[in-house]
């Protein structure tokens, strides 16, 4: 099998089955099955410390598990390091930003460019990596240096990065992270408009519950590290047990 090139058919899922996670004896996560449909948007909720990273981090090659497996499409990527899963169709932006912050906009998204499998280069790779900017209302800030951008923008600029990739799948982790209503508004927009625009498969983890429930078709809840609801928004305001994880289940049982 090919360890670079991408799939010659963009995979029409990604699945986590059963995966659980250790560290030096610490349970972080316990048997998680998760399913992103090409095409469709799925948000991760939890309390910190619930998980959520654990998971993207073992989806996206960071960490391999100590249980269970993943895969993208019909092809199993337990294991894989993060290179190689990128190449078959996986990007991901990080809780904590990992730009580049003495280069520009512009470059940082030539970066993602460059690390497709078709080799892009010289004029081809920035031509490419300005129509990302552009796609992402980046233009403007093409030549500024990383490091100089609100917190908001560089978070932009993290998407854009990614998605210069080409990925089938894309795992946002706390994409809202400092902003503001207005900007959560401009991003709920901006995501549904990149699936739809190139049949992404999303992933969302996301502190901003206003925006997750408004974005994600369906929305899994991890609490512990054990995945404990899975369903529409609003079959997940409704469950006893988020309600539970969130506020503590001796307020749930007052509030009913």
Not at 94 to 101: E, K, M, T, V, Y
Request: aromatic share 2%; hydrophobic share 45%.
């Amino acid at each position: 099998m090919d360890a670079v090139a991408g799939p010659a058919v963009r995979p029409s899922s990604l699945r986590a089955a059963g995966v659980s996670v250790s560290f030096s004896g610490l349970r972080a996560l316990a048997e998680v099955d998760l399913e992103v449909p090409r095409g469709a948007i799925i948000g991760l909720i939890g309390p910190n410390g619930s998980g959520k990273t654990t998971l993207l981090n073992v989806l996206s090659g960071v960490i391999s598990p100590t249980a269970g497996r993943v895969h993208l499409g019909e092809t199993d990527v337990t294991g894989w390091p993060a290179h190689r899963v990128a190449a078959r169709g996986l990007a991901r932006t990080f809780q904590n930003i990992r730009l580049f912050g003495q280069m520009s906009v512009l470059e940082n998204v030539e970066v993602g460019v460059a690390l497709h499998p078709d080799g892009l280069v010289g004029s081809s790779l920035r031509r490419r990596a300005r129509a990302m900017l552009v796609e992402t209302d980046l233009a403007d800030v093409a030549d500024r240096r990383a490091a100089t951008l609100p917190y908001g923008i560089q978070r932009r600029v993290e998407i854009a990065r990614a998605l210069a990739t080409r990925p089938a799948f894309l795992m946002l982790d706390e994409p809202a992270a400092g902003t503001n209503e207005a900007e959560s508004d401009e991003l709920r927009e901006l995501i549904g408009d990149l699936r739809r625009t190139h049949e992404l498969g999303i992933l969302v983890v996301e502190h901003d519950l206003r925006l997750i429930m408004r974005l994600a078709d369906r929305i899994a809840v991890l609490n512990e590290g054990r995945l404990i609801c899975e369903g529409t928004a609003d079959e997940v305001r409704a469950d006893d047990g988020v309600r539970a994880a969130y506020l503590g289940r001796r307020a749930v049982e007052v509030a009913t």
